[in-house]
């Protein structure tokens, strides 16, 4: 997982439990959907939903305002960059942005199998009669459970005229026990990465 995000899901206001997103094997993507038929094209100004922000599932902290208008504020400038204006007039936007964090207490179970070198004597010893060693190739199992909590990032563009979304994001992975400092520019990076492909070509 990079870390500009990282730094996004620790503003998300987890913050009060000190969270954020574990280290991932792969670049984070997000996970895109649109209407169809919808006429993106069309769309020049953006606001947000008065409900935007809310944060439920398994651990459902609550945001602070000033945690909320961090979010807001990396989303709006990633959005201005892109050739939308924002505005604070819900009665003037063609779309307006919702986005939510949802949380899910998970279990990790890995296996893992480790050398062990035992030692036997004689005939039945070992798997050579000739050799001290009774498991230079045999191994032990070790199983290692890790209980930690899923984070989903969800953003929704609604019509207004609609009442409904019509583009969606969807970026998901662990949350853990740690934060580093907010680094500058880096959590407008991650605004980048959850916006995916907004608008849709």
Wanted: net charge negative; charged share 25%; hydrophobic share 35%.
């Amino acid at each position: 997982m990079t870390a500009p995000l990282k730094r996004l899901f620790a503003s998300f206001g987890v913050l009060s439990a000190a969270l954020f997103l574990g280290a991932c094997s792969t670049t984070p993507t997000a996970d895109v959907d649109f209407k169809q038929d919808y006429d993106f094209a069309q769309v020049r100004t953006i606001g947000f939903y008065d409900q935007s922000g809310e944060v439920f599932g398994d651990n459902p902290l609550q945001l602070s305002d000033f945690q909320k208008e961090r979010i807001d504020e990396a989303l709006a400038l990633e959005l201005r960059k892109r050739g939308f204006s924002i505005t604070t007039d819900a009665a003037e936007a063609d779309l307006l942005l919702s986005w939510h964090l949802g949380t899910q207490h998970k279990t990790d179970v890995r296996t893992y199998e480790t050398p062990t070198m035992g030692m036997g004597y004689g005939r039945y010893g070992g798997y050579n009669r000739y050799s001290m060693y009774s498991c230079w190739n045999c191994t032990n199992t070790e199983v290692r459970v890790s209980n930690y909590t899923e984070g989903t990032f969800i953003i929704d563009m609604i019509d207004p005229k609609m009442g409904k979304s019509v583009w969606r994001s969807v970026t998901q992975s662990k949350l853990k026990g740690k934060k580093d400092e907010d680094e500058p520019g880096e959590i407008n990076e991650a605004a980048n990465i959850v916006l995916g492909n907004f608008p849709p070509l």
